[in-house]
C-alpha cells in the first residue's frame, strides 16, 4: 500500500495525542451515548479530515429508521457510523443494527464505535445479508510515531476513503486469509507442483493428484478452512484469479504469434544453418 501523505500523518498524530486524554476523561466520567457521538463527532473532524458541514450526516435517515451518522465523500454515501456510549463494551448484536442500515442503502461499509473501540465491517450482499469484521481499532492504545498505527487510522480518513484505501486493504486480508490460502493450497496448480516434487523425492513412487487433496483435507488443513460458506467463497474467488491470469496469458501469446514476435506452437520449427565443413589448405 502507498505511504501516507506526510500531511495526513502529522495531523493523525497530533489526532492521537490529543483525544487519548479526551476519551480516557470522558469514560471515567461515564457520558452517555448522546456525548459520546459529540467525540466522536469532533474526532471524524479533527483526526480523520472530514468537514463538519459537508461531510458529517448526523441521524440520517433510512427507511423510516437511522443510524448515527453517515460520511459522505465527493457526494457519495461512503460509511455509515452506528455509535454506542464509551463505557459500553461492543457487541456483536450492536452491529446488527448497523448492518441493516447498510444494507437498505446499499452501502458497503459500516462503523461500529464507542469512541475507543472502532470496528469496520464489510457488508457480504447475500441471502441472508452478512457481515465481515475488516478491521479494528483501539484508540487508546495507539502510537503516535507507529508507521502501523497510522497507516491504520488512515483507512478511515477522507484521503484514503476517497482513495479506496479500505477496498485495497480488504483484498489484502483476503488474500492471505486462512481461507485463501486453503483454497490456494487446493487448486490444480499447487496439487500438480506438489505431485512433481513428491515424484521427485521419491523416485518410482506413482503418487495421484487426488491422493494429495485427499490427504491435505483429511491430515493437514482443518476443517473449517476447507468446508462452509467462507471456504466456498475463497475457492470461487481463487478459481476465478487463476482463469482470469490463463486468458491474460492465452491472449499474450495470441498477440504474440500475430505480430511474429514469437513463432506459432505448431509452425514448423526452423532448423538452425549447419557449420560448413572446412576445406584443407594445400
Same mark, same amino acid.
Given at each position: 500500500?502507498?505511504?501516507?501523505?506526510?500531511k495526513?500523518?502529522?495531523?493523525?498524530?497530533a489526532g492521537?495525542?490529543r483525544?487519548?486524554?479526551?476519551?480516557?476523561?470522558?469514560?471515567?466520567?461515564?457520558?452517555n451515548e448522546?456525548?459520546?457521538?459529540?467525540?466522536?463527532?469532533?474526532?471524524?473532524?479533527?483526526?480523520?479530515?472530514y468537514?463538519?458541514y459537508?461531510?458529517?450526516?448526523?441521524?440520517?435517515a433510512?427507511?423510516?429508521?437511522y443510524?448515527d451518522?453517515?460520511i459522505?465523500c465527493?457526494?457519495k454515501?461512503r460509511?455509515l457510523?452506528?455509535?454506542?456510549?464509551?463505557?459500553?463494551e461492543?457487541?456483536?448484536?450492536?452491529?446488527k443494527?448497523?448492518i441493516?442500515y447498510?444494507?437498505?442503502?446499499?452501502?458497503?461499509?459500516v462503523?461500529?464505535?464507542?469512541g475507543i473501540h472502532w470496528r469496520?465491517y464489510?457488508?457480504?450482499?447475500a441471502?441472508p445479508?452478512d457481515?465481515? /469484521?475488516v *478491521?479494528? +481499532?483501539d484508540?487508546?492504545t &495507539? =502510537?503516535?510515531k507507529s508507521?502501523?498505527? $497510522?497507516?491504520?487510522l488512515?483507512?478511515?480518513?477522507?484521503e484514503?476513503?476517497c482513495?479506496?484505501?479500505?477496498?485495497?486493504?480488504?483484498?489484502?486480508?483476503?488474500?492471505i486469509?486462512?481461507?485463501? /490460502?486453503? *483454497?490456494t +493450497?487446493?487448486?490444480?496448480? &499447487? =496439487?500438480?507442483?506438489?505431485r512433481r516434487? $513428491?515424484?521427485?523425492?521419491?523416485?518410482?513412487?506413482?503418487?495421484?493428484?487426488?491422493?494429495i487433496?485427499s490427504?491435505l483435507?483429511?491430515?493437514?488443513?482443518k476443517?473449517e478452512?476447507?468446508?462452509?460458506?467462507k *471456504?466456498?467463497?475463497?475457492?470461487k474467488?481463487i478459481?476465478?484469479?487463476q482463469?482470469?491470469l $490463463?486468458r491474460?496469458?492465452?491472449?499474450?501469446?495470441d498477440e504474440?504469434v500475430?505480430?511474429?514476435?514469437?513463432p506459432?506452437?505448431?509452425?514448423?520449427?526452423i532448423?538452425?544453418?549447419?557449420?560448413q565443413?572446412?576445406?584443407?589448405q594445400?
Open positions: 500500500m502507498a505511504s501516507i501523505p506526510n495526513v500523518a502529522t495531523r493523525l498524530a492521537i495525542k483525544f487519548q486524554p479526551v476519551l480516557i476523561a470522558a469514560k471515567n466520567r461515564d457520558v448522546s456525548d459520546t457521538v459529540i467525540i466522536v463527532t469532533d474526532m471524524l473532524s479533527d483526526v480523520f479530515g468537514d463538519k459537508s461531510d458529517i450526516t448526523s441521524e440520517h433510512i427507511k423510516g429508521t443510524c451518522l453517515a459522505r465527493e457526494d454515501l460509511f457510523i452506528e455509535v454506542k456510549a464509551i463505557g459500553l461492543l457487541k456483536d448484536a450492536y452491529v443494527q448497523a441493516d447498510g444494507a437498505n442503502q446499499g452501502v458497503e461499509w462503523v461500529l464505535t464507542n469496520i464489510r457488508i457480504v450482499f441471502q445479508i457481515q465481515e /469484521l *478491521a479494528e +481499532i484508540f487508546s &495507539l =502510537l503516535h508507521d502501523d498505527h $497510522l497507516e491504520l488512515y483507512l478511515l480518513t477522507k484514503g476513503i482513495k479506496c484505501w479500505l477496498d485495497d486493504y480488504h483484498a489484502q486480508k483476503q488474500a486469509n486462512r481461507f485463501s /490460502l486453503a *483454497a +493450497i487446493l487448486s490444480e496448480p &499447487l =496439487l500438480d507442483s506438489m516434487e $513428491l515424484r521427485r523425492l521419491s523416485p518410482g513412487i506413482k503418487i495421484s493428484v487426488e491422493e487433496e490427504a483435507r483429511k491430515e493437514v488443513l476443517g478452512v476447507v468446508e462452509g460458506a *471456504a466456498d467463497e475463497a475457492r474467488r478459481a476465478k484469479m482463469n482470469k $490463463l491474460k496469458t492465452a491472449k499474450a501469446e504474440s500475430q505480430t511474429g514476435t514469437v506459432p506452437s505448431n509452425s514448423p520449427e532448423a538452425p544453418p549447419q557449420p565443413p572446412s576445406t584443407p594445400s
